[in-house]
């Protein structure tokens, strides 16, 4: 049996097994049922592993042991292991958000609030700056910043980043126009992002630039710049420089300003 590595690789991040493991599992789907020395031989897995993998695969509802002699394996529909891993994700998502609510009622929450607000008063608001690497990084931190603004956020990106940050940023920009934040966008509208323009255009007032570049700030005090061309870049390499300087802010905003005019 040959499947793609690409597929594999694929199949490994989507539901959290190794090499073997999705290995064993492919070749026991393309078979429904199998031996493990069967199963060994179509996968290129070692036998002595194959037993092991296979005791794995079994506990995570993957595959089920055939009753009788000699010992087989059916493969479990794919679309009951979806319902089941879903599940189990969600449960697990739920179980740890319950242990961190517990945890931030605890004096060791506040312990570490403590600690964070005596450090920073003593850090100059010229040296808090610092680098994200990753998309998703980025785009938590941008949230971060929405979520905590008091007066103004000035966004700048382009009509393909506008399509990406939409869902993920659209719950913070309504919360903080509902908090009287002044919201301002600007960005290229294009027939892709025309219905999420419209949509934003009831909370923030937006203008149309074919600008290339993506900046955002906040409050005229911090500010959070995209260092590449997001054409060019893959998301796990994005990078963007947080910067809580006025100084700095001010200058960007003069820039805004200009584009807003």
Not at 1 to 8: A, G, N, S, Y
Not at 44 to 54: A, E, G, I, M
Not at 78 to 106: G, Y
Not at 115 to 136: M, P, T, Y
Request: proline letters at 2%; aromatic letters at 8%.
């Amino acid at each position: 049996m040959i499947v793609q590595d690409t597929f594999l690789k694929k199949l490994r991040s989507a539901f959290n097994l190794n090499i073997y493991e999705v290995k064993i599992w492919t070749a026991l789907l393309s078979k429904g049922v199998a031996s493990a020395g069967e199963l060994s031989d179509i996968s290129n897995v070692p036998r002595s592993r194959s037993y092991d993998v296979l005791e794995s695969l079994e506990k995570r509802g993957f595959v089920l042991m055939k009753l009788g002699k000699p010992i087989k394996y059916i493969a479990v529909k794919p679309e009951e292991i979806f319902l089941r891993e879903k599940k189990r994700l969600m449960d697990d998502a739920e179980l740890q958000v319950s242990q961190l609510e517990v945890v931030e009622k605890t004096d060791l929450f506040r312990e570490l609030q403590l600690l964070f607000n005596n450090g920073i008063e003593h850090v100059d608001i010229a040296n808090i700056s610092g680098s994200l690497k990753g998309r998703s990084n980025v785009y938590n931190h941008l949230i971060t910043l929405i979520n905590d603004s008091k007066k103004s956020v000035n966004l700048v990106t382009t009509g393909a980043g506008l399509v990406r940050k939409y869902d993920k940023l659209k719950e913070s920009i309504k919360k903080a126009a509902k908090r009287g934040v002044a919201i301002r966008v600007v960005t290229q509208v294009t027939p892709e992002n025309r219905v999420m323009v419209d949509e934003l255009s009831k909370i923030a007032k937006i203008k149309n630039s074919p600008i290339n570049s993506r900046f955002c700030t906040v409050d005229n005090e911090q500010a959070l710049f995209m260092t590449n061309d997001d054409k060019s870049v893959h998301e796990a390499y994005d990078n963007a420089l947080w910067i809580k300087s006025p100084y700095f802010v001010n200058s960007l905003n003069l820039m805004f300003s200009n584009l807003w005019k």
